[in-house]
């Protein structure tokens, strides 16, 4: 029985195939898994993966005539042209460390948010309450003040619900504050870490006007006592932030007097930053002192500060 020309050539195509994978196998076994054997250390496991790896790829070049053979050149020629290079792993950290993420944006979440105050004035129950749980998900500590105007919403269950969250988190304050303040009395070897640290942490809270008229009072002048003690002991580190923050907290409590003490305390530490004006000109505008406001006014007209549009648009207002 004569063979069709067809037949013959794919016999002559199989033969061609199989003597190719079988030289491929030889080559690899005895040539190139023993040189690349010669640079490492552990010469019997790598022998034992490589042949292995070597063998599958014998296997699939019989049984895939011509497309295996092709499939791991092409690989090959890819790997030496694009892939081949080495990978800088400096930044990556293979340990149980926690880490901070960055998750993109839930675009079509954010939205349907609408802040609390106009939830509230529209009385938008579902929006208000959106709003609430966006707030509660993230950084709370900045946010007491929109969770306490929902206090008053009509939404009987958003006002729960934030009143809950609301006084854990004053209560929470409470206790920390009582803790470092505790600490930072007693332990005079860490008191300058403690201080810097009561400072901002009551600052952060106290500048939203959560709680009461008497609680707040009692809190900045407690703010007020730590500023001194650190003042005292650690003048040269304060920050014109930190001197403004005091300012502006006594200032809310209409203590003048304590607030004019740190307003000119800033100045004569900082006397090039622009809050050594800026608080001077809130409290004698708030005590309705127009000869020393006009003269602060004048005064930061003719330094070379650098000033914010906040503080232009007000120049512009009283010049």
Not at 23 to 32: C, H, K
Not at 50 to 74: E, Q, S
Not at 198 to 213: A, G, I, K, P
Request: net charge negative.
């Amino acid at each position: 029985m004569m063979l069709t020309y067809e037949e013959n050539l794919f016999r002559i195509l199989l033969i061609i195939n199989l003597v190719v994978a079988v030289l491929y196998l030889l080559a690899a076994v005895f040539i190139v898994v023993p040189v690349r054997a010669r640079k490492k250390k552990d010469e019997e496991e790598i022998l034992r993966d490589k042949r292995g790896a070597y063998v599958l790829r014998f296997v699939v070049m019989v049984l895939c005539p011509a497309v295996g053979i092709l499939f791991f050149f092409v690989s090959h020629v890819l790997y030496l042209t694009i892939f081949r290079f080495q990978v800088n792993l400096e930044d990556v950290v293979f340990g149980k460390e926690r880490v901070r993420t960055q998750q993109k944006a839930d675009e079509d979440r954010e939205r349907n948010v609408i802040p609390v105050e106009e939830a509230i004035a529209v009385n938008d129950k579902k929006s208000l309450r959106m709003a609430m749980m966006n707030i509660i998900r993230g950084e709370m500590e900045d946010s007491l003040s929109s969770i306490a105007l929902a206090l008053d919403a009509e939404d009987s269950e958003a006002a729960h619900y934030a009143a809950a969250v609301l006084s854990s988190k004053l209560n929470e304050f409470r206790m920390n504050v009582q803790k470092i303040y505790g600490q930072f009395k007693e332990d005079s070897k860490n008191q300058a870490e403690y201080g810097e640290m009561l400072l901002e942490y009551m600052n952060s809270v106290l500048r939203q006007n959560v709680f009461t008229q008497l609680e707040q009072n009692r809190f900045v002048k407690m703010m007020d006592e730590v500023a001194e003690a650190y003042y005292e002991k650690y003048a040269f580190a304060m920050t014109e932030q930190q001197y403004e923050n005091v300012c502006l907290r006594l200032l809310e409590i209409r203590d003048f007097e304590n607030s004019e003490k740190w307003c000119q305390r800033l100045s004569a530490q900082h006397p090039d930053q622009l809050p050594a004006y800026t608080c001077k000109l809130k409290l004698y505008f708030t005590a309705k002192n127009r000869e020393a406001f006009f003269g602060t006014l004048d005064a930061l007209k003719r330094s070379d500060v650098v000033i914010n549009r906040e503080t232009l648009d007000m120049i512009r207002i009283f010049s």
